[in-house]
């Protein structure tokens, strides 16, 4: 069932970062905190939640709320990449 951008559970589902949990340690990461993601771009925002993911890596819905920290090329194809973007992940305060 579709429920539209404007609904919470879309919004949640974007702003929520899927993280493993070896990294959420290293970070020292509690319930509830958020996380910092940056490029060279810029930086959001989100929540975390231990994700199925590989060790260094992070998994985040596509989703308005990431635009921020994809860069603007494009490479011919008019959509830019929202995959293999190396971010610093810091936890935020």
């Known amino acids: 069932m579709h429920v539209g951008k404007d609904s919470p559970e879309y919004v949640e ?38 994700g199925d993911v590989p060790e260094g890596m992070v998994l985040i819905a596509y989703g308005r709320v990431i635009n921020p920290i994809v860069g603007p090329d494009t490479q011919a194809t008019g959509m830019p990449d929202y995959k293999g973007i190396e971010v610093e992940v810091e936890r935020y305060v």
Do not use: C, Y
């Open 13 to 50: 589902e974007i702003s929520t970062l899927r993280m493993n949990l070896k990294d959420i340690e290293n970070l020292e990461l509690q319930e509830g905190d958020r996380v910092r993601l940056a490029t060279p771009h810029g930086s959001t925002v989100l929540k975390f939640k231990k």
